[in-house]
């Protein structure tokens, strides 16, 4: 059986790279439409080797037309067109921060939570944040096994998270500097170029920014309420790929012989892990992998049952584009699908 799937942002950095995931995983496609705002109509998008899609407006799009919805065009054109692909019948896997926190709308990540797919009441599923995700599918093997008390975070997230115009930024700033061009600055709030800027997204009243926040109030939804997570959230001079250095204290012991065997066994990890130059993986190499990447294993013997790591994952993939694809999969797998269309 195929499915008729509509990409919403398709012209986006996110948008391109579910199309792409959609053809190297082989999804199961009927028809696939590529939409977008009214200014990008017409553009020409690949689908595969052979196929080139032309994109449509958003705006005047039949989303009856569509079983599932991919949508990653900015959360307030979600709010606007997500509610109304659901009304249609399409299931909306949305990618934006829009419906996140909304205790109707399952926050899912296959590896972790794909029991909550079951009740879709809104017929919105939502994507968390690309630096949750990736902390998740490592944490959630751990937690099953060792139970976690409390986890403490550091992120190195690469410019990419801010679209296309992040990654521009970084290009054209980093090409200047070597004319000895001040380069101009409109995306982030100081130079990216040879540069690491603690402060992503909008700042609250505790002092913490709205990045950091949604790690502590995701982590609580998708895995454990009980968690206690504290975050720092840092935007670093790289294209593609985020990094995390992750420490965690669990409520029983862990030996590193068997931590390392969970994540081995884990869905969505990969474990690279020798105590030797280059013996781990760096956001270069995880571009364009699936995979979620742990290596620096070692215990914390600054608390009881303490563990740290360093996790790297390609944000565009696994962080966004692949989750998205991932839940449709499962849904399929579970036999979901036609449940949502009755």
């Not at 190499?285 to 290596?295: L, M, V």
């Not at 215990?299 to 009881?304: A, L, N, R």
């Not at 049952?305 to 989750?323: E, I, Y």
Request: aromatic fraction near 6%; charged fraction near 25%; charge should be neutral.
């Amino acid at each position: 059986m195929g499915y008729r799937v509509a990409v919403v942002g398709a012209t986006g950095a996110v948008g391109r790279e579910m199309i792409k995931t959609l053809v190297e995983r082989k999804f199961p496609i009927t028809e696939i439409y590529a939409l977008a705002s009214a200014r990008s109509v017409g553009q020409e998008i690949s689908f595969g080797d052979k196929r080139v899609l032309k994109v449509q407006n958003l705006e005047t799009f039949d989303f009856s037309k569509a079983d599932i919805g991919l949508f990653s065009p900015g959360a307030s054109i979600s709010a606007i067109h997500a509610p109304r692909a659901a009304a249609a019948g399409c299931l909306v896997i949305d990618n934006t921060s829009q419906f996140r926190m909304d205790h109707d709308v399952p926050l899912v990540v296959p590896e972790v939570n794909a029991h909550a797919l079951r009740k879709i009441p809104r017929g919105i599923v939502a994507n968390p944040n690309c630096s949750t995700i990736q902390m998740l599918v490592a944490l959630k093997p751990l937690h099953d096994r060792f139970n976690i008390k409390r986890v403490v975070v550091a992120t190195y997230q690469s410019v990419s998270g801010a679209g296309k115009e992040g990654m521009d930024e970084l290009y054209n700033q980093t090409k200047a500097s070597f004319v000895n061009d001040p380069g101009t600055q409109e995306i982030f709030t100081k130079p990216i170029a040879f540069n690491c800027i603690p402060h992503i997204d909008k700042f609250m009243e505790d002092g913490s920014t709205k990045e950091e926040w949604k790690m502590v109030v995701e982590t609580k939804k998708i895995l454990d309420p009980d968690i206690a997570l504290v975050a720092t959230c840092v935007r670093v001079p790289v294209f593609i790929g985020h990094s995390e250095a992750v420490n965690v204290e669990f409520h029983n012991p862990v030996t590193l012989a068997a931590a390392r065997e969970v994540l081995r066994e884990a869905p969505g990890v990969t474990v690279i892990d020798r105590r030797e130059d280059g013996g781990y993986i760096t956001p270069i190499e995880c571009a364009g992998e699936d995979a979620t990447f742990i290596s620096r294993l070692r215990i914390d013997p600054t608390v009881p049952h303490g563990l740290t790591f360093w996790c790297v994952s390609d944000n565009l993939r696994k962080g966004a584009a692949l989750n998205a694809v991932q839940i449709a999969e499962t849904m399929i797998e579970m036999g979901l699908m036609a449940k949502q269309a009755a």
